[in-house]
């Protein structure tokens, strides 16, 4: 237990499917990430929130849509994906957004689109 | 050719075995992270250093600035050390990760 809770664990959608990763931190932390884990590939960083405001967009294709309401909680909107999306969609947190903190790793949201 | 690699890519052990796992990188760091991913996803940091030598247990984490170098070794591995570990490195404040290595222990 890290104390990053993501949901759903597994993910199946169609290509004109709408669904929402989400991602929950109880540590206390100012920085939440998505990444993505695609198959023989290292990680990748998505987006970066610091609180609540997104200080990294990492060349992410529009149907992929993040959300930080608070600092506790942070989104992934997916719409219109395709099948080169499926992967590992990792949440993690830190204490700041530089990266020279530890971070802490969700169990992942494992997305298959058909 | 990546800015971290990691050796090998795969390893297999019997329990009971030292292991080494290294990574390699191109670009000058402020510090470098070994994670451990279990076949679940989830990710648990197991160290972060930038000089010297740490040790947790039965791992142990080295680091070599001027040969831009890191190891991982595991001492009396067991199979619940089954596990993909990442080697990632802090360049001003980006993280770059390793494609791991996938470790399989055998009882």
């Known amino acids: 237990e890290t104390g990053v809770t993501q949901t759903p664990r597994h993910l199946v959608m169609g290509m004109t499917n709408k669904k929402s990763l989400k991602c929950e931190q109880h540590?206390?932390?100012?920085?939440m990430y998505w990444y993505k884990q695609s198959a023989k590939k290292p990680l990748e960083l998505m987006f970066v929130y610091s609180l609540e405001e997104r200080v990294e967009n990492n060349s992410v294709p529009s149907r992929f849509s993040p959300e930080c309401p608070n600092s506790s909680h942070l989104f992934l909107h997916l719409h219109t994906l395709q099948p080169e999306d499926s992967a590992l969609y990792l949440c993690?947190?830190?204490?700041?957004?530089?990266?020279?903190?530890?971070?802490?790793f969700g169990e992942g949201s494992r997305l298959t689109v058909l | 050719k990546n800015e971290v690699e990691q050796s090998p890519q795969n390893l297999t052990a019997q329990e009971g075995e030292f292991i080494t796992i290294n990574c390699s990188y191109s670009v000058g760091i402020s510090a470098l992270h070994w994670l451990q991913q279990h076949p679940g996803g989830g990710i648990v940091s197991l160290f972060m250093?930038?000089?010297g030598k740490k040790k947790h247990g039965r791992l142990i984490a080295t680091i070599n600035i001027q040969e831009k170098h890191s190891s991982l070794h595991i001492t009396a591995s067991h199979p619940r050390d089954s596990a993909v570990y990442i080697c990632a490195v802090l360049d001003t404040d980006k993280l770059i990760f390793g494609t791991g290595t996938r470790l399989q222990v055998f009882p």
């Open positions: 993690a947190s830190s204490q700041g957004p530089d990266n020279t903190g530890e971070l802490f």
């Open positions: 540590l206390g932390h100012n920085a």
């Open positions: 250093l930038s000089s």
